[in-house]
């Protein structure tokens, strides 16, 4: 069975600072790796995703995450936060072999940039 | 293009009552799915289907049904509502790697 943990119910962070928000990931063969984001009473919006290539990969709004196989992870980052950041943040799985387009999700990690 | 639409935004129902989600997408995605989200649990899968007459149980089926007539629609149908099922219902349709959610459908059973 594929498995996600998000380690953080919530980040805080000062606006201008970087953040990291942490998603370590359980699955069979390799991942695909999927960041989204839910602001409030919206439904989840994607942000990037890890098929296959460079660890590095950037996506919407100037995040980026970094896939670690080694440690089987799969952090969200950006360099400098913004308070319009604030929001939920989903880490997803899903198998390159097997459960088809099945996601799994994390439990969600709150940021909340400050001024 | 409309993407993921969901119907209705908001339902109160009462315990026994049944109610049918609907969700629609106009992307001519074969696989759609739905999930519900509660508070600390991120989203669970309810039910999937990968086409049309095909459908699938996920994570947390009981109390649901599903049925795939059409690739646009994937309505979610609650048979006896139960105060367990309250929460907030995501419906999705996924291209090859990424998955389009709706805005969602916040249900309350008293």
Redo the contacts between chains.
Sequence with gaps: AQS?AQPE?QVNVAEGNPLTVKCTYSVSGNP?L?W?VQYP??????LL?Y?TGDNLVKGSYGFEAEFNKSQTSFHLKKPSALVSDSALY?CAVKGVTGG?????????TQLKVEL | NAG?TQTPKFQVLKTGQSMTLQCAQDMNHE?M?W?RQDP??????IH?S?GAGITDQ?EVPNGYNVSRSTTEDFPLRLLSAAPSQTSVY?C?S?SL????????TRLTVT
């Design positions: 996600v119910d695909y999927f989204y009473n919206r439904g989840l919006q994607f995703k098929i989903f088809g387009n099945k996601l799994t999700f994390g439990t969600g | 993921v696989y799915s999930y600390g649990m991120g989203l669970r899968l999937y990968v996920g995501f999705a996924s790697h990424e998955q389009y959610f709706g805005p969602g």
